[in-house]
Nanobody
């Protein structure tokens, strides 16, 4: 069992930055593929980024590549999403997910989810 708690969301202007954190509890975290997804109002949940347990395999959605960075600290049981050069279209609820498996871009491939944190980018 894994429990996930996201934090770090908020309101930011276009071009600004935010850093999301996802604190995990549960003994399987260090071996777990972790992912970030987002869901804008009225839209489907979409993949943002994923990271393997070692950090050796990282994937990004094309829409965030070059602007977002996913990382993890297995000692602190925390995964991060650094978001730079934010755009209004990045506005969404961001969810952390754990215990993923291939294909990692599909939200159905993750077993555990956080409650989400709102990110709003104003124009």
């Amino acid at each position: 069992q894994v429990q996930l708690v996201e934090s770090g969301g908020g309101l930011v202007q276009t071009g600004g930055s935010l850093r999301l954190s996802c604190a995990a509890s549960g003994r399987t975290f260090s071996r777990s593929i972790m992912g970030w997804f987002r869901q804008a109002l009225g839209k489907e949940r979409e993949f943002v980024a994923s990271i393997s347990w070692s950090g050796g395999s990282i994937y990004y959605a094309d829409s965030v590549k070059g602007r977002f960075t996913i990382s993890r600290d297995n000692v602190k049981n925390t995964v991060y999403l650094q978001m730079n050069s934010l755009k209004p279209e990045d506005t969404a609820v961001y969810y952390c997910a754990a215990n993923g498996r291939a294909p990692v871009r599909q939200w159905t491939q993750y077993d555990y989810w956080g409650q989400g944190t709102q990110v709003t980018v104003s124009s």
